[in-house]
Each structure stands twice: as C-alpha cells, then as structure tokens.
C-alpha cells in the first residue's frame, strides 16, 4: 500500500475535443461532390457549354454565381482579421463603396459585353480585347499579366481555408497529427479543398460552376447570419457585445489613432487615414477587369437577366459584411483577458504574435470559443468555406478557359480539335493551376495576410479597368493606347508591389491603385491622341 502511494500520480489526460464540427464538414462536402455529379449530368457536352454555359443562365443563378464569386476569403475571414486589427473602419473601407461600385460595374460594363460577345461569339476578355483594338500582340501581352494576377486571388481562397480548419480543428486528432499540435494539417485540407473543386469543375464546366456557386453562395449567407446572431446573443445582444469589445477598434477620425495602453504606454495606431480611405474607393473596380466574372457574365440568358444583379448585389454584400465586420469587432473583447488592451494577450499567446500572419484565424477562434454546440460551429464553419469554394472554382476555370481559347486554339487554329479535345485542353491546364496554387499556397502560408495579399490583386484588376472602359465608350482608343495602359499599370503595380514587399503600402497616405489607375488611364488617352486610329469597320463592329 505505501508502495502504491508513492508512486507519482498519472498525468492529467488531454481534455477530449469533439470531432463533430469536422464531421458536419465532411458532411457538406459530400454533398458538394453530389452536386458535381448531378451538374455533370446537365452537362451538354459541348465546348461553348464548358465554357458559358450555353447562354443559358436565368437571374437568380446569375445573382448568385457574381456574387458568390466577388465573395471570397477576403470578405469573411479576410474583414473579420481586418476589423479585429484595424478598427471597424474595415466596413466602410471596402463594403460600403464596393455595393455601389460593383453594381455600376455590372450596369456599364457587365451588360454591355455581354451583349457584344453574345453577339460575336467570344467566350474570354482576350478575345474581346483582341477584336476591339485589331492586335493579336495585345492577347499574349494580357494573358500572363492575367494569370498573375488571379493567382493570388486563388491564394486568397486556399490559405483561407487553412486559417479556417487549422485553428478550428486544434486538439481533435493528437495521434494523427500530433506535429501539427492535433489539428488538421494545410497540406491536406488544401487537397481536399482543391480536389472537391476540381471535382465539379472537370464535371460540367462553368454550368457546374454555377449551379455550385448559387448552393455555397445560400449556404455561406446563411450561416453568416446564424454566427452573427448566436455569437451576439452569447455575448448579452448587440449593445453588450460592442460595449465589450475593445474601444480602441471603435475610433474613426486620424486625430484618435493614439491608443493608450492600460499602463499608459502607446501600443499601436488603429484606423486609417482620410486619404487611405478614400483611395481605397478604387478596389472595388476589380470586378470590371475579373476575368472569371467576365466569364460568368456570359453565362446570362439575356440582358434583363442582369437586372436582379444589378439591384440585389448591395443588399447581398451587407448582408455578408457587416455581421463579418461586426464579429470582428466584438473579438477584441473576447480574445481579451483585460478588454483595456489595444492587444489582447490571450489571442496573442494563442496566436503566437498577431498582427500579419494570424489575424485570418479571428473568425474561427471567435466561433470556437463562444459557440459551444459543435453542429453549429461546423455549419457555420461550412459556410465560411463555401465563401472560399465559390471563387476558387470560377478562377480555375477562367484561367483553363483563356489558355485554351486564347494561346491552343488561337495560335493554332480552331478546326484542329474537336469539342471533346477542346475540353479536355481546359480540364488540363486547369490541373495545372491547381497544382501550382496547391504549391505555392503552402510556401506562403504563414507570410502573408489574406486582406493584404487580395488588395495587391484587386489593384491589379482595378487598375486594368480603365482598358475596358476605353473599349466600350471611346471611339478613338488605338492598339497603341491599349499597349500603353496595359504595360503602365503592369509596370507601376511591380515596382510598388515589390517595394511594398506584398504588404499593406501607400505613397504618401495614396493606395497604389490610384496611381497605377491614373497611369494607365493617362498613357491610354495620350498615345491614343496621337497614333493610328481604329479602321471604320472596328468601329460599326464595337459601336453600332
């Protein structure tokens, strides 16, 4: 007996974390693979259906698809991080201009090409661009400029999802995957994400595309909503949770970004300065420039199918930022053992140090931590997915859709290959895309921020923008000036994507996508005043 109570107690086993959020997870992806068969039935076979879908989508499924495709990590896991770092600015910042900009984009750009590529039989932005200003040249300049941009975009989506179920998943699997400290590991939910994806786009192309955008698009608006509403009712409603959140992140004016500390001592600044805020009004441009919405444009059955787009888009886009938005707000008090700090040590010492790299892990950790039923934090966790899933699939099968109509059978000749060799070029070049992003999404997980890496690819697009509007309003834009705005706004976006290291940069106070907005737009109107204009025929072409 003594020998007995001598012995050392046993250690303390490891409290049992549920599965269960996980398995809801496994649950909806089933289903998403289920989707993908059904869709692949409704397939036609054809090239032109790959591709557009056959001009057959109605509005509802259009609303859905353009929206569910504008909706990435960069809106859920993206502005939760973003308002948790920098104040609840973060809604007005993007969420307020990008309602009304991205509905004028969709009126004055959307409905305008639509028509002309329904018209001409276009199915890529290359082909329209190559039409309009009578340049092959210009087709080769813009696609690599294209595809680097869009990767990062899908980088956005998969380094999202490792935010997501990295820290949602901790503890649940110790002996599987104890280096990873029992949680899932990137490496495989990237092959899992990327492969559901890759599922239903090989299925039925951009038709699949849609019928699985307007299913996440539901799924992700839904349960954004019951996070909202379960996360503030745990907290007391909506005046106890922002009258515990942390002041400091509630400040909107430059002359208040001094944050005293509890021991009053500066911590850190929180907010943005006038002139950030303004300039940041010319993201939301992106979406005239995208070419995976380019595509999903074409997809429209009509003109007038544009109409509910066009008026529901904003609602849409608060309906998803502003509980996003809110969330993160009340996360500084909640990851907070002494709500007075600018920084809250216990999401610091969870976080192991939090201002670049693990503010994406703020909307999991928030759900984690006050929604104690797991059913609902896999529900909801599905729907932060199905926001990431519906981008992915339309970029994948954008940049499949433009090496195949805009490099193969360009160069070398549509009648070369039947529909069925067309298709399959497409699925493979899509393999390919996912490969690289799978790659090159582990090399950069943990060095960068999902808010900052999508604002250097929306300015891209953005700043591209102004070659469109050119192509569609101005009669006298030349293939000189389209060369010139194009190779300005590569050329200024490197030199300060590159100074900036791919992180948050202004010039100044100035977003670089002013400056390289104004640069192209500049270069556009000035060579185009003094070089060949655009022969009469392009014209009754484009300007009927």
Request: hydrophobic fraction near 55%.
């Amino acid at each position: 007996m003594i020998s007995f109570l001598s012995q050392a107690a046993p250690p303390a086993a490891a409290p049992v974390v549920s599965t269960t959020p996980i398995i809801v997870l496994a649950i909806y992806l089933c289903l998403l693979l289920g989707l993908a068969l059904f869709s692949g039935r409704l397939f036609r076979g054809t090239s032109k259906d790959y591709f557009v879908a056959s001009h057959s989508i109605g509005p509802f499924m259009l609303l859905m698809s353009v929206f569910g495709t504008t909706m990435t990590a960069f809106a859920l896991v993206g502005s939760t991080g973003k308002t948790f770092q920098a104040g609840v600015g973060t809604y007005g910042l993007m969420a307020s201009s990008s309602g009304l900009i991205h509905a004028a984009c969709f009126f004055l750009i959307g409905i305008k090409v639509w028509a002309i590529a329904k018209r001409h039989g276009y199915v890529t932005q290359i082909q329209f661009f190559r039409s309009r200003f009578e340049s092959n040249g210009l087709g080769y300049v813009l696609f690599p400029i294209l595809v680097l941009l869009v990767v990062p975009y899908l980088l956005i989506g998969v380094i999202g999802s490792y935010r997501v179920i990295g820290p949602l998943s901790k503890g649940m699997f110790p002996d599987a995957f104890a280096a990873y400290g029992g949680s899932i590991p990137s490496w495989l939910t990237g092959i899992i994400i990327c492969g559901v994806v890759l599922s239903y786009i090989f299925a039925g192309g951009s038709r699949a595309a849609a019928w699985a955008n307007t299913f996440q698009t539901l799924v992700f608006m839904a349960m954004g909503m019951l996070a909202f509403y379960l996360i503030s009712n745990k907290l007391g409603g909506l005046a106890a949770a922002i009258e515990q959140a942390n002041p400091a992140h509630l400040v909107r004016t430059p002359s208040e970004l001094e944050i005293v500390g509890k021991a009053g001592t500066s911590v850190r600044e929180i907010g943005f300065p006038y002139l950030t805020f303004l300039t940041y009004m010319f993201i939301p441009l992106s979406v005239g420039m995208f070419p995976h919405l380019f595509q999903h444009w074409l997809t429209a059955k009509s003109a007038k199918s544009f109409r509910l787009t066009v008026i529901a888009h904003p609602l849409c886009i608060a309906i998803v930022w502003v509980p996003c938005v809110l969330i993160g707000l009340w996360a500084t008090g909640v990851l907070s053992d002494t709500p007075g700090e600018a920084w809250p040590p216990i999401a610091m010492k969870i976080m192991g140090g939090l201002p670049d790299t693990s503010v994406g892990a703020v909307l999991s950790l928030t759900l984690k931590f006050l929604v104690s039923n797991p059913i609902i934090v896999g529900l909801v966790t599905a729907g932060i997915l199905a926001a990431i899933m519906s981008s992915l699939d339309s970029q994948f099968l954008c940049l499949g859709t433009m090496f195949t109509n805009d490099i193969v059978l360009h160069k070398v000749g549509e009648d070369r290959f039947t529909d069925k060799q067309v298709v399959l070029i497409a699925r493979c070049f899509v393999v390919a895309i996912v490969l690289v992003t799978y790659t090159l999404s582990l090399l950069l997980e943990k060095q960068q921020n999902v808010f900052d890496l999508a604002i250097w690819a929306f300015s891209g697009f953005a700043a591209l923008t102004a070659l469109v509007f050119a192509a569609l309003y101005w009669k006298g834009a030349t293939k000189a000036g389209a060369y010139a705005c194009v190779i300005s706004v590569a050329v200024s976006w490197l030199y300060f994507f590159i100074k900036s290291g791919g992180h948050e940069y202004t010039v100044g106070g100035v977003m670089p996508v002013a400056i390289c907005f104004a640069v192209g737009a500049l270069a556009m109107i000035v060579v185009s005043l003094f070089t060949k204009k655009p022969s009469d025929e392009t014209i009754r072409k484009f300007f009927p």
